[in-house]
Protein backbone atom coordinates (compact mmCIF):
# COMPACT_ATOMS: atom_id res chain seq x y z
CA UNK A 1 0.00 0.00 0.00
CA UNK A 2 3.10 2.20 0.92
CA UNK A 3 4.42 1.65 -2.68
CA UNK A 4 1.43 2.68 -4.38
CA UNK A 5 0.79 6.00 -2.58
CA UNK A 6 4.59 6.81 -4.01
CA UNK A 7 4.67 5.60 -7.17
CA UNK A 8 1.06 7.99 -7.20
CA UNK A 9 2.96 10.89 -5.35
CA UNK A 10 5.54 10.51 -7.99
CA UNK A 11 2.84 10.53 -11.22
CA UNK A 12 1.36 13.80 -9.23
CA UNK A 13 4.71 15.25 -9.64
CA UNK A 14 5.07 14.81 -13.54
CA UNK A 15 2.18 15.82 -14.12
CA UNK A 16 2.86 19.17 -12.15
CA UNK A 17 6.02 19.57 -13.65
CA UNK A 18 4.58 18.87 -17.09
CA UNK A 19 2.06 21.13 -16.49
CA UNK A 20 4.25 23.85 -15.61
CA UNK A 21 6.74 23.20 -17.64
CA UNK A 22 4.02 23.59 -21.03
CA UNK A 23 2.89 26.57 -19.39
CA UNK A 24 5.89 28.64 -19.42
CA UNK A 25 6.94 27.04 -22.62
CA UNK A 26 3.39 28.82 -24.16
CA UNK A 27 4.39 32.19 -22.17
CA UNK A 28 7.85 32.45 -23.65
CA UNK A 29 6.31 32.04 -27.00
CA UNK A 30 3.43 34.67 -26.46
CA UNK A 31 6.12 37.07 -25.34
CA UNK A 32 8.01 36.61 -28.16
CA UNK A 33 5.08 36.60 -30.49
CA UNK A 34 4.36 40.07 -28.57
CA UNK A 35 7.70 41.44 -29.28
CA UNK A 36 7.20 40.73 -32.85
CA UNK A 37 4.10 42.62 -33.46
CA UNK A 38 5.18 45.65 -31.12
CA UNK A 39 8.45 45.25 -34.00
CA UNK A 40 6.67 45.26 -37.00
CA UNK A 41 4.18 48.02 -36.00
CA UNK A 42 6.35 50.51 -34.41
CA UNK A 43 4.62 52.66 -32.14
CA UNK A 44 6.82 55.79 -32.93
CA UNK A 45 9.74 55.81 -30.27
CA UNK A 46 8.16 53.61 -27.34
CA UNK A 47 8.87 50.56 -29.23
CA UNK A 48 12.29 50.30 -28.76
CA UNK A 49 11.48 50.93 -24.43
CA UNK A 50 8.82 48.72 -24.87
CA UNK A 51 11.09 45.73 -26.79
CA UNK A 52 13.39 46.37 -23.97
CA UNK A 53 11.54 45.88 -21.41
CA UNK A 54 9.92 42.57 -22.61
CA UNK A 55 13.68 41.22 -22.92
CA UNK A 56 14.45 42.24 -19.63
CA UNK A 57 11.47 40.64 -18.43
CA UNK A 58 11.81 37.60 -20.67
CA UNK A 59 15.15 37.05 -19.37
CA UNK A 60 14.94 37.14 -15.57
CA UNK A 61 11.55 34.53 -16.78
CA UNK A 62 14.26 32.23 -18.02
CA UNK A 63 16.57 32.21 -15.04
CA UNK A 64 13.80 31.90 -12.69
CA UNK A 65 12.40 29.34 -15.17
CA UNK A 66 16.29 27.76 -15.62
CA UNK A 67 16.49 27.72 -11.83
CA UNK A 68 13.23 25.87 -11.02
CA UNK A 69 13.96 23.45 -13.71
CA UNK A 70 17.46 22.34 -12.38
CA UNK A 71 15.46 22.56 -8.56
CA UNK A 72 13.35 19.75 -9.86
CA UNK A 73 15.71 17.52 -11.58
CA UNK A 74 17.62 17.72 -8.22
CA UNK A 75 15.04 16.51 -6.18
CA UNK A 76 13.62 13.70 -8.86
CA UNK A 77 17.49 12.40 -8.68
CA UNK A 78 17.39 12.88 -5.09
CA UNK A 79 14.23 11.57 -4.13
CA UNK A 80 15.33 8.98 -1.92
CA UNK A 81 16.69 11.46 0.07
CA UNK A 82 14.59 12.91 3.06
Not at 18 to 32: E, N, Q, R
Not at 54 to 67: A, D, E, R
Request: glycine share 6%; net charge positive; aromatic share 12%.
Amino acid sequence: MLKNKEKESGRIKKRVFIGLLIASILLILIMIFTAVLIYYNKFGNWYRYILLAIVIILSVFMFILSIGLASVVMTLLNRGVH
